[in-house]
């Protein structure tokens, strides 16, 4: 049997084929609240009816207790405190950024749930505790998208107490 021949009965391991997905979402009266508000710098959470929780952003009902949330809002400050971060190394098509950057778990104040972000600081630098605040586009390139939010930067405030936010570690 010649190599040609050896070669074509070898079963294909990997194949890489461009894959496009089209779709339509909805994104429902909690999103769409939370999304018309981002367009205009606000940044909208919702409160549990049953134990206060603000979760951050919206997800129209308590992922605990299975309850609606309502139409109650809370509006949440810019500021927050780094729970958890990331010093990426690894290069990603869909991320722009140059190597190595910071991923960080910020729980913004007001909140009771963590949004995940990246940070501009010196890598030597970030902590856990530390706080940050979004700096966001300017105003004429708002939309309805978390991309208003270029990034954190931290700001001359004490690192919060580790009590503050540990539970969301």
């Known amino acids: 049997m010649s190599d040609a021949n050896e070669a074509a009965n070898e079963p294909i391991a990997v194949i890489r084929t461009p ?15 939370f999304l018309r ?46 729970v958890t971060f990331s010093i990426v190394r690894v290069p990603s098509e869909n991320i722009p950024l140059e190597l190595p950057y910071i991923t960080i778990n910020v729980l913004l104040d007001g909140a009771d749930t963590i949004l995940i972000h ?5 890598l030597e630098d970030v902590r856990m505790g530390m706080r940050v605040q979004a700096v966001w586009k300017p105003k004429e390139e708002w ?20 009590d503050s936010y540990k539970e969301h570690i």
């Open 37 to 82: 508000a981002i367009a205009q710098g606000k940044l909208l959470g919702q409160k549990c009816p049953v134990d206060g929780r603000v979760y951050f952003p919206s997800r129209g009902a308590c992922p605990q207790h299975g309850v609606t949330f309502g139409d109650e809002v809370v509006e949440l400050s810019d500021k927050g405190t780094v």
């Open 143 to 162: 939309t309805t998208s978390t991309a208003n939010i270029l990034y954190f930067r931290p700001i001359d405030e004490p690192d919060a107490s580790y």
């Open 19 to 33: 894959i496009s997905l089209d779709y339509h979402y909805s994104a429902g009266q909690s999103a769409s609240r």
């Open 118 to 122: 990246v940070l501009d600081a010196k």
